[in-house]
């Protein structure tokens, strides 16, 4: 089983500009990742020759609230254009938009029944924008103990029910394992749950955010049990390099090559 492996540009290589980073990614073998789309040159990007597997997929807006939900589809409609001049075919997505820090913008301290009715009505609408469009977003999980407090349907828990109800090809989870070690363990048992709606996984160790081997994780146990699922998509680490980032690069592909 070979994955496809892909490395978040905004984490490793920090002292150089963007471009930079993105080229020496490519070198190394690996796809690329990004987050914010609109302080990014698509021409430039494509000239690099990379290949880029995901990237933020909206601006602003929220899940839950009706001019949120407008504003998450308005700015995922902006991002399209971006995504299919770089040929990026995967959008990620959040409960909510976060703000400095990752914090959230509209933070929820209670998930309420009628907030999860509105997350699925905004979800299948962003599931008919992809398919209208020919891509795919993805839902990520995010930790609240640690990084993102206050957002809802943060645990992969949630971004799981919340794709399986809107059942679409053009809407799948960005299982974050790094987030969901922290927020609730047991991963090999959750890969094998979310293993039908998956369309990529992000890796990082816990604790410190850095890449596989520099933490508590057993990496090749958890890449061994996602091949076993049939999974061969996408694995991009999403994370800090400890020291060198060249060295960080190799030790995910290690990780990772089953």
Not at 45 to 62: H, I, K, N, P, R
Not at 237 to 243: K, P
């Amino acid at each position: 089983m070979t994955f496809s492996l892909a490395v978040c540009s905004e984490m490793v290589f920090t002292d150089l500009p963007l471009l930079e980073r993105v080229e020496r990614i490519h070198a190394a073998g690996f796809a690329v990742e990004i987050w914010d789309w609109t302080t990014k040159d698509a021409t430039a990007l494509v000239a690099t020759g990379a290949e880029f597997t995901s990237m933020t997929g909206y601006v602003t807006g929220d899940l839950i609230t009706d001019g949120g939900a407008d504003d998450l589809l308005a700015t995922a409609a902006k991002s399209i254009p971006f995504a299919q001049a770089i040929r990026c075919p995967s959008l990620n997505l959040h409960g909510t938009g976060l703000g400095e820090g990752g914090i959230p913008v509209r933070p929820v301290e209670v998930v309420t029944g009628d907030m999860w009715l509105a997350a699925v009505r905004t979800l299948s609408r962003i599931a008919e924008l992809g398919a209208a469009n020919g891509v795919t977003f993805v839902l990520e999980n995010l930790n609240t103990e640690v990084d993102h407090p206050g957002t809802p349907f943060g645990r992969a828990a949630d971004t799981l029910a919340l794709v399986s109800a809107v059942d679409s090809p053009h809407l799948k989870m960005n299982l974050d394992l790094y987030h969901a070690q922290i927020g609730e363990g047991n991963l090999v048992e959750l890969i094998r749950r979310s293993a039908p709606y998956l369309g990529e996984v992000q890796v990082a160790d816990v604790p410190g955010r850095c890449e596989p081997g520099t933490g508590e994780v057993n990496w090749p146990f958890v890449a061994r049990a996602l091949a076993d699922t049939g999974y061969d998509g996408v694995v991009a680490m999403e994370a800090f390099a400890s020291g060198d980032s060249d060295i960080a690069l190799e030790r995910f592909r290690e990780a990772f090559t089953v």
